[in-house]
């Protein structure tokens, strides 16, 4: 396969996973929203989010323009957002145009039929608040659906993994900056922590992440930070945890690199080997130990250098001279 073609696809299956994302922490933060009445766990929940997306800083700058810009039209459409859920669609699209030879009809289809769909939007969610949870939810299912299709009516060969390589790297990501920004931007005094503020805003951080209900089937008792933060970094059964996503990438990355000259592939494996090898041995006391912050801040940083290690040697590498 080319590498501009592999390259495309691990993109592809990034800004998928990507655009879900934010579908999904939007409508958690709409939820949070209608039930703190306006208050200012209404304005803590869109910080957390913007924060997670990295649009905090463009959100307040772009606020100084437009005071009555909104957290939720900033995030979902704004064009002047390079981090929005259309933008991120515009570009998927764009590179499913691409790949049209390498997906089926079916994924084409869906990811066209969501692109339209947000495309027709209105663009102004000032007055949007009645729809906002059937607008996040469309998403979702769509984006579920095309990876569902994916693995049903795709040749199951290294496109398909490279693509899964793009999904798993990217949800790691995101469920790293999720838990992080709790301790970043929601966390309490030292007297909140394990009250009821306390205890809500990592009831949301569960629920960005999809994990609620599997925290739930999987511990009894009461709901902590360290036990939230432990569960989504060490769980081998939570499809979003890291070490699941780690495991999940080294896997289709071995996959997909089966050809590639073992020179090549070294830096990619040593790095995701050592990784797996970490994230296997935290628990909560070494997490409580070492800081959630601290943890989650030199994940995100070993991330991209994984990233910059698949760009370097397996999509850009230049062809040796004889």
Same mark, same amino acid.
């Given at each position: ?22 579908? $999904? ?85 869906? %990811?066209?039929? %969501? ?62 900056? %999720? ?40 511990? $009894?008792?009461? %709901? ?99």
């Amino acid at each position: 396969m080319l590498s501009r073609v592999a390259e495309n696809l691990y993109w592809l299956g990034r800004d998928l996973e990507r655009v879900e994302n934010i579908a $999904r922490m939007a409508e958690v933060s709409h939820t949070v929203s209608v039930e703190s009445g306006g208050t200012d766990g209404d304005q803590h929940a869109w910080d957390a989010v913007l924060a997670a997306t990295g649009s905090l800083e463009l959100y307040s700058k772009a606020q100084q323009d437009d005071p009555l810009l909104t957290p939720a039209e900033f995030l979902l459409l704004s064009s002047a957002n390079p981090n929005s859920l259309r933008r991120t669609l515009v570009v998927a699209r764009a590179l499913a145009r691409e790949l049209r030879e390498q997906l089926s009809r079916e994924v084409w289809e869906e %990811i066209n039929r %969501i692109y339209l769909d947000v495309h027709a939007t209105r663009t102004d969610f000032r007055d949007f608040r009645d729809g906002m949870h059937a607008f996040c939810d469309q998403v979702r299912s769509g984006v579920a659906s095309i990876l569902g299709l994916f693995d049903n009516t795709v040749l199951m060969d290294e496109g398909r993994d490279w693509f899964r390589c793009g999904v798993y790297l990217e949800r790691a990501d995101m469920t790293s900056r %999720i838990v992080d920004t709790k301790y970043f931007v929601l966390l309490p005094t030292a007297q909140d922590i394990g009250g009821a503020l306390d205890r809500s805003q990592w009831v949301a951080v569960l629920r960005s992440a999809s994990a609620w209900q599997a925290f739930r089937m999987t511990h $009894r008792g009461a %709901i902590t930070g360290p036990r939230v933060a432990t569960m989504l970094v060490r769980s081998e059964q939570f499809p979003r945890s890291l070490y699941f996503c780690v495991r999940a990438f080294r896997r289709h990355f071995e996959a997909a690199s089966d050809r590639t000259p073992a020179g090549q592939t070294v830096h990619v494996a040593r790095e995701l080997a050592l990784l797996d090898l970490d994230l296997a041995s935290v628990d909560e006391a070494a997490l409580v130990q070492q800081g959630v912050h601290e943890f989650m801040d030199g994940f995100q940083g070993r991330l991209i250098e994984v990233d910059r290690l698949v760009h370097e040697h397996i999509f850009h590498v230049l062809p040796s001279v004889a």
